[in-house]
């Protein structure tokens, strides 16, 4: 079966058209134990502000007999020269069939 993990990132934005106030945000995504971490860079360069969203998704092929999957996301902020504020949200988790074998 696969699994397919997705979310949205809430990042902030000064505005200030400044790339030095810019960010990055590693989100690691797990499940059943297969791990990625996607980098995802907050550029400030630009002059708009507020509060913007990114989605990201990340899919897993599971053997069949999975009867319990765990999993999880978690972000990191990284190389910030100012205060701010990120989430995550938004989180689902899909599984859908990809063989014949697939939950029997």
Known sequence: MTIVLSCTLVYQLTGAGNV???YSVDITFNIGGQEVTRRFFANAGGFQSGD?????????DLLADNNNVS???KARGNDASIDYSCSIQN???TAFR???NSFS
Do not use: D, G, L, V
């Open 20 to 22: 030095q106030q810019s």
């Open 52 to 60: 913007f969203t990114q989605e990201f998704r990340f899919a897993a």
């Open 71 to 73: 999993f999880f996301i």
């Open 91 to 93: 989180i689902t988790a």
């Open 98 to 100: 990809t063989n014949s």
